[in-house]
């Protein structure tokens, strides 16, 4: 499961923060942080 989410929270990573307001690039990154430091853990809102 952790692996899965990773991926889904890496997946085209630069694309969509080059590409998506200041806001929801700091989710963005905020679900990398949640996943690495809680793997298996947390769901994503995006």
């Given at each position: 499961m952790a692996n899965e989410q990773l991926s889904n929270a890496l997946r085209d990573l630069p694309g969509r923060a080059l590409n998506v307001s200041v806001e929801e690039r700091r989710i963005l990154f905020q679900n990398v942080s949640a996943v690495l430091?809680?793997?298996g853990?947390?769901?994503f809102k995006l």
């Amino acid at each position: 499961m952790a692996n899965e989410q990773l991926s889904n929270a890496l997946r085209d990573l630069p694309g969509r923060a080059l590409n998506v307001s200041v806001e929801e690039r700091r989710i963005l990154f905020q679900n990398v942080s949640a996943v690495l430091q809680n793997p298996g853990s947390r769901l994503f809102k995006l």
